[in-house]
């Protein structure tokens, strides 16, 4: 699966966590900060990384979110690397 | 006119500790409470934490009796050593087999008669936080999935379920006739209702109170904020409750119950009463934000103004004196504990005081935490001890994220230029006065000034 493929899983996911910012989910980058950009409070972080991994049906290791950057190029990798 | 109000007797149950006496033992010694829950860790991979605070039924004398006809449902808890009637234990759950235990207990310090106890000025006042229990799971398991007969369910599970349930056992036991209620406000449970119950006494509603919080374990609440991922990983379980460490990465989830009595000032002088402390003062107040969850500077730095302007009316000596020690929220949380170490900087200053975090010890007891920890502030009172904050081994010589915030208008200093005010060991010093604070979801902080009794 792209990098490409995965940002547009993630946009789905995003696109129904509650209170999203669409405006800026819709011109958003790898770059986007998740709270910071999106409008989205942290106490969702939890909630989308459960989402995410059921939409790409995979597992994350509790050490690499525990580590996690906010960012929607870290999440990326996240799933990436749990793809492989 | 308003009245002053005294602390006449303590009760409690508290992670390890077979009596109050063994919990400040234990606290004074240095010692933490924490362990691998054996519960927690049968469930491997589904939760992050497998570390708490509890109490087996048999480290103090209780025993589950499970349902012959039910699956996993506990029927009662029963007593072993016949401190409580059989009839109070069958509409128990275990928080309110502690609250009872710990009621006994502080009616006994008090001294209380039984007119006095069963009197219609004598009030109960205990609530709890998230009130996961373990009657309720093999309950629905068997209704819902097994199909049973509601009546299979037994009798006894809107009383040991209901929101005031601990209220109500201790009324049903202590047979008192005055104000029966319990509040919650979450993590600031504990304080929380003593310090209703201190208005009560305050404003002549009632003459006595027992007053606190109780926490039954329970693994459905442990999971839950496992789910929310704030719980300690990945230290030993006596390193896992770490408040202001650099280290730090949540709470540990604990359990227990603080129960303490209440009197005017006045009763108790008049029957002769060892007066333990008396409330200069209490304070609540909202952060006035729309996190549920994220701690507040400007909501802090309000309540404990509350406070001291409460205290101003306090009429047995001079309240305006610095307390000796602020006994911290100090839940061991990223954010929320360098929000509160620059709050009470703010408030009480950056020297000449300690700062206590009981939560190092005991982890968050949740609804039953402010409760606990004033009984622990009693017992610094009476001890002259400083409970230490245990492994706050290295203080960030850096200042936090949020300090570097455009919205931050608190101090930006880091956190290791307050070495001198977080003990890492107990210490010994004279203690005329100690501030409590507790702050909980939603927003909710509470405050409350104890001080030595002056004869």
Not at chain 2, 320 to 347: C, F, R, W, Y
């Amino acid at each position: 699966m792209t990098r490409e493929e995965v940002f547009e899983g993630l946009k789905e996911v995003l696109a129904n966590v509650n209170a999203v910012n669409r405006d800026a989910l819709n011109s958003a980058t790898e770059e986007s900060d998740i709270v910071v950009d999106l409008g989205i409070t942290s106490s969702e972080i939890v909630n989308i990384l459960a989402k995410t991994e059921e939409r790409f049906d995979v597992e994350f290791d509790d050490d690499d979110i525990d580590e996690l950057q906010n960012t929607i190029g870290a999440t990326i990798d996240l799933v990436i690397k749990a793809l492989e | 006119m308003d009245r002053s109000v005294a602390i006449v007797g303590v009760g409690s149950v508290t992670p390890t500790c077979s009596s109050t006496a063994e919990f400040a033992e234990k606290v004074f010694s240095n010692q933490s409470l924490v362990r691998e829950w054996p519960e927690a860790k049968r469930y491997e991979k589904q939760l992050r934490s497998k570390v708490a605070g509890y109490i087996e039924p048999k480290e103090i004398g209780l025993e589950r009796k499970y349902s012959d006809i039910l699956e996993d449902y506990v029927e009662i808890y029963v007593d072993k050593t016949g401190r409580l009637p059989e009839k109070n234990l069958s509409y128990a759950d275990l928080s309110s087999v502690w609250a009872m235990l710990a009621t006994k207990d502080a009616i006994k310090q008090a001294g209380w008669n039984e007119n006095e106890v069963q009197s219609n000025l004598t009030g109960v006042i205990i609530g709890s936080g998230a009130g996961g229990n373990e009657v309720l799971r093999p309950a629905w398991k068997n209704f819902f999935e097994l199909g049973r007969k509601s009546r299979s369910l037994t009798s006894h599970n809107i009383d040991r379920t209901m929101v005031y349930r601990d209220a109500a056992n201790v009324a049903c036991f202590i047979k008192n006739r005055g104000i029966v209620e319990g509040l919650g406000s979450a993590c600031a449970s504990g304080l929380g209702n003593i310090g209703y119950a201190y208005r009560m006494i305050k404003h002549g509603y009632q003459e006595r109170c027992i007053a606190g919080g109780t926490e039954g374990t329970s693994i459905e609440t442990f999971v839950l904020f496992d789910a929310m991922q704030v719980l300690s990983r990945k230290f030993a379980p006596e390193e896992s409750s770490r408040p202001f460490d650099k280290s730090r990465n949540g709470f540990v989830c604990s359990f227990g119950c603080g129960v303490v009595a209440l009197e005017s000032l006045e009763s108790a002088k008049s029957r002769g009463a060892t007066i333990l402390a008396v409330i200069d003062g209490y304070h609540n107040n909202s952060d006035g934000t729309s996190d549920m969850f994220a701690p507040s500077y400007g909501g802090q730095l309000r309540l404990a103004e509350g406070l001291f302007n409460e205290c101003k009316q306090a009429s047995h000596h001079d309240s305006n004196i610095k307390p000796e020690i602020v006994k911290a929220h100090g839940s061991s949380t990223p954010v929320g504990d360098i929000v509160e170490l620059m709050s009470i900087i703010k408030s009480f200053g950056k020297d000449d005081y300690h700062i206590s975090a009981p939560k190092s010890q005991c982890g968050h007891m949740l609804g039953a935490a402010g409760a606990v920890e004033l009984v622990l502030s009693v017992f610094m009172l009476q001890n002259n001890m400083v409970s230490p904050c245990l492994n706050s081994y290295e203080l960030s010589n850096e200042i936090e994220p949020f300090q570097k915030s455009v919205n931050w208008d608190g101090l930006k200093i880091p956190p290791s230029e307050f070495r001198h005010l977080i003990p890492e060991k107990a210490i010994e010093k004279e203690v005329n006065s100690i501030v409590c604070l507790n702050y909980g979801f939603g927003g909710t902080n509470a405050a409350m000034k104890l001080s030595k009794y002056l004869n």
